[in-house]
Each structure stands twice: as structure tokens, then as C-alpha cells.
């Protein structure tokens, strides 16, 4: 199973949606794995009954961090129910693509995974068919649409937009290149070099995710980026400066 979202400040409304789509995720996963066990009564007729008795479930979710307090939340409002009664949620804090190697390990804690974009999907899947074959994919949904953010000192930004007019990749490029740093930008040496940090690419989904935007935006594109537009040696030469 995979669920999908990146951190954001939810409405109430948001919450009981999030919650309920974990609810029904959980009380299925406890149908499926503690209340049904099919007999056959006279005439091979199949029945199911539930156990009252049956031990408790224990499931394991690996989430990026960011989804911490509000998952937590979730967990504590699925415990209040019945079926939470019989089931542990055990939360498993790993970055989107640590969690995915675990799995491809065989880390037998993780049942469900929830990274935080969908960005590094599609490499999990090629490595898994490669090593296992077939999909790891149960079922899937996408909890929450975020966008991508630059942050960045107030006061740093207005004096930013005053000789660039806005901040983009493009002007952060440009940026980048003034050997002055922030003294020609704006007239400000106490403030040091202009600085531009992401996290790792080959460790972290936002960082990955900041790569690719940075070449959709580069190619003016919003979508079908392919691995002509990456190859082009145009990008190539800018993202090395960037």
C-alpha cells in the first residue's frame, strides 16, 4: 500500500477525511488479517466468523517525517474505535527513499508506506520488478496536493525582488553568479555570499523533487518532462552553475 502527500497545514475538514481514509485502511487490514476465518458448514456452504478472542495486529507504517504530528494524531483517534482496540499502529520515521530501500530489503516492520511525494514511485517499482517482480502495490491514494516552496528571509527577499523582480530558478541563477554576493545584490557585504540549499537528491524526496523542478523550469515546461530536455546541454551547463 502506498500513501502518498507532503506536509500541510490541514482544516478540520481536511483531518476528518485524512483520518477516515486511515480508519478505513486499517479496519480493512484488520478484517483481513485477524476477523475472517472461512469454515465450511453442512452442504459446503463457506461462513465467516470473527474471533473476539483473536490476538492483537500489529502494523507497521513507514512515513516521511513530515506527516509526523498529524499521523500521530490519526493513530490516537483509530485506537479509540473498535477495530483500533485490536490493531497496533506502529510509525516508522524514515525519509521517502530510505523507507523504499527497507522494503526492497525486506524489512518485514513496514506494511504500508507512505513517502512524502509520489516523485520516487516509479524507481521503487523498476527496482522491486527487477528483484521480486510483479507490484509491491496493494492500493493507492494521495492524501494531499502541496506545492514547493522557496524560503527565505523577509528583508533578504525584498532586497532580492528589488533587483530581480522575483525569485525564481532563473534569478536565483543569476544570483548565484554575482561574485559579490549579497554586497552587489543589495548593498549589504555583512550579509556574505548568496546562498542556495536543498537537501540530497539521492537521499531526500525534496531534494529530488527540487532537481526536477528546477529542470521543468528551465525547459518552460509544466509537464512531460523527458530525458531529452535532461540530456540537453543547455540544462546541463546551467544546473552545474546552480
Not at 162 to 179: P, W
Not at 184 to 206: C, D, M, R, V, Y
Amino acid at each position: 500500500m502506498v500513501l502518498e502527500g507532503n506536509e500541510t497545514k490541514l482544516k478540520p475538514a481536511g483531518k476528518v477525511v485524512i483520518v477516515l481514509f486511515i480508519l478505513g485502511c486499517l479496519a480493512g487490514a484488520y478484517y483481513l488479517f485477524v476477523g475472517r476465518s472461512s469454515t465450511h458448514g453442512a452442504g459446503g456452504t463457506e461462513r465467516s466468523t470473527i474471533f473476539s478472542n483473536s490476538p492483537d495486529v500489529e502494523i507497521g507504517i513507514a512515513y516521511g517525517t513530515e506527516k509526523q504530528r498529524w499521523l500521530e494524531w490519526a493513530v490516537e483517534q483509530f485506537a479509540q474505535t473498535s477495530e483500533g482496540k485490536h490493531i497496533k499502529i506502529n510509525l516508522i520515521p524514515m525519509g521517502s527513499q530510505e523507507g523504499a530501500h527497507a522494503i526492497l530489503e525486506g524489512d518485514k516492520r513496514i506494511n504500508a508506506w507512505s513517502p512524502a511525494s509520489s516523485v520516487y514511485k516509479d524507481v521503487f517499482l523498476q527496482d522491486w520488478q527487477v528483484k521480486y517482480s510483479g507490484s509491491p502495490f496493494v492500493r493507492e491514494e494521495s492524501l494531499a496536493l502541496t506545492p514547493m516552496v522557496f524560503v527565505i528571509w523577509d528583508e533578504r527577499f525584498q532586497a532580492f525582488r528589488q533587483k530581480y523582480k522575483e525569485l525564481s530558478f532563473q534569478t536565483i541563477s543569476q544570483a548565484l553568479q554575482e561574485k559579490g554576493g549579497w554586497n552587489t545584490i543589495a548593498a549589504k557585504p555583512e550579509w556574505g555570499l548568496f546562498k542556495f540549499g536543498h537537501s540530497n537528491p539521492l537521499q531526500s524526496n525534496s531534494g529530488l523533487m527540487t532537481i526536477v523542478v528546477a529542470a521543468y523550469s528551465y525547459q518552460n515546461k509544466t509537464t512531460n518532462l523527458g530525458l531529452k530536455d535532461v540530456v540537453d546541454v543547455g540544462f546541463q551547463n546551467w544546473m552545474e552553475k546552480l
